[in-house]
């Protein structure tokens, strides 16, 4: 089984500063896709980015980015040049690859970004 | 492009009624749809997996009995809850993807509905 977990509940940030989310998860599969969705108070869930497991590259979404460490199951979300509009709740998932694939999410953490 | 719509947005009924909630892909063909169940300040609890035209995939501890889903064409799928119970008071979300490989097709979320049983 797939597990993902979120060891910040809750962090704030002052506006422009750059702040850092941890998630590691747990499996034995070597295909598979990571994710950080947003939640804000509206709650659609909202893509930021995603990583391919296969890939060593950092994925990159302008001011997002993270630093995936496969060999330690780290997948953390940088937020660079924060913003008031960043204040939601912030999921890491997991999803296996192939067909049939379904997402296992992290608790999430609760950000804060304070003007 | 790739929107799933949800409906409704919020219900309120009294205890021992059933619900349906729709979710639809308005812009695509949903192969697989996910239901989701989602407590305050808590994650995203996946109960069910629907493939277009078969039955659907509970999660374990998820009574398919009490949550029915219907998944009859390739941009619906409903989950009712039959004879709720202020118990099953939560936000439920459906996602939506096309295809069977998710390297081309990736989960598309909907607003979610807030379900209140009295």
């Known amino acids: 089984a797939q597990t993902v977990t979120q060891s910040q509940p809750e962090m704030s940030v002052q506006e422009a500063e750059t702040v850092t989310l941890s998630c590691t998860y747990d499996?034995?599969?070597?295909?598979?896709?990571l994710f950080w969705y947003k939640q804000p108070p509206s709650r659609q869930m909202i893509l930021v980015i995603r990583?391919?497991?296969?890939?060593?590259q950092n994925a990159t979404e302008n001011r997002f980015s993270v630093n995936f460490q496969k060999a330690a199951k780290s997948f953390s979300l940088k937020i660079s040049d924060s913003q008031l509009g960043d204040t939601a709740m912030y999921f890491c998932a997991f999803m296996k690859g192939g067909t049939g694939n379904q997402f296992y999410f992290g608790t999430g953490t609760s950000l804060t970004v304070i003007p | 492009g790739a929107v799933v719509s949800q409906h409704p947005s919020w219900v309120i009924c009294k205890s021992g009624t059933s619900v349906k909630i729709e979710c639809r892909s308005l812009d695509f063909q949903a192969t697989t749809m996910f239901w989701y169940r989602q407590f305050p300040k808590q994650s995203l609890m996946l109960m069910a997996t629907s493939n277009e035209g078969s039955k659907a995939t509970y999660e374990q501890g998820v009574e398919k009995d009490k949550f029915l889903i219907n998944h009859a064409s390739l941009t619906l799928s409903t989950l009712t809850v039959t004879s709720a119970h202020p118990e099953d008071s939560s936000f439920y979300i459906c996602?939506?993807?096309?295809?069977?490989?998710?390297?081309?097709?990736?989960?598309?979320f909907g607003d979610g509905t807030r379900l209140s049983i009295l």
């Open positions: 996602s939506a993807r096309a295809g069977t490989d998710y390297s081309n097709q990736p989960q598309h």
């Open positions: 499996t034995s599969e070597n295909n598979y896709y």
């Open positions: 990583q391919e497991a296969y890939k060593q």
